[in-house]
């Protein structure tokens, strides 16, 4: 497992401070790896949207380009 240093803005650390003490996250390490594996995934879904709209605009023109 890789570490990583980060500095955060008091209010966001607040924020995840009030998550782990309300019982969301066992710690904020735990929150922030959350965090990222969210933001991997939406990225990739969103990257995975973009290519299947990319197929369809050119399956679109190919077939009006045929017509």
Known sequence: ???LTLELPEALSAELDA???SGWFESQAEA???AVRDLM???KLAL???QQLDDIDWALAAAKSKS
């Open 32 to 34: 922030v790896r959350a």
């Open 1 to 3: 497992m890789t570490t």
């Open 19 to 21: 998550a782990v003490q």
């Open 48 to 50: 995975l949207e973009k």
């Open 41 to 43: 995934s939406s990225r």
